[in-house]
């Protein structure tokens, strides 16, 4: 039996190796598109952080928290290695989405 994702951990990007920001939220399209929108205020708005590069999947939103804050103190380039693995182009994975 599959269980249904109620959280995601996300990461940003302004570009190929640029500014990265990392969220979690129960909606990832709704925050995405909050992202792209610029509706945000903050990190992501004032650097144009809006590249959807990578994102995992959580049963819970305590359990994609516990995530985030740890990525949160993740060294850089594990990070980068993160994203190189699943994500090698860097395309924005949210690009085909109808985020209105």
């Not at 500014?19 to 992202?35: F, K, M, P, Q």
């Not at 380039?77 to 699943?86: D, F, P, Q, T, Y």
Request: hydrophobic letters at 35%.
């Amino acid at each position: 039996m599959t269980i249904e994702p109620r959280a995601y951990v996300y990461i940003l990007a302004s570009g190929r190796n640029g500014t990265l920001y990392t969220g979690s939220t129960t909606n990832l399209e709704g925050r995405i598109a909050e992202h792209k929108q610029g509706l945000l205020p903050g990190f992501t708005r004032r650097y144009g952080v809006t590249n959807l590069v990578w994102y995992e999947a959580f049963e819970s939103l305590h359990d994609a928290r516990d995530h985030e804050y740890a990525m949160k103190r993740w060294r850089r380039a594990w990070k980068l290695a993160l994203i190189e693995k699943s994500n090698p182009d860097w395309i924005d994975l949210a690009e085909s989405w109808n985020l209105g």
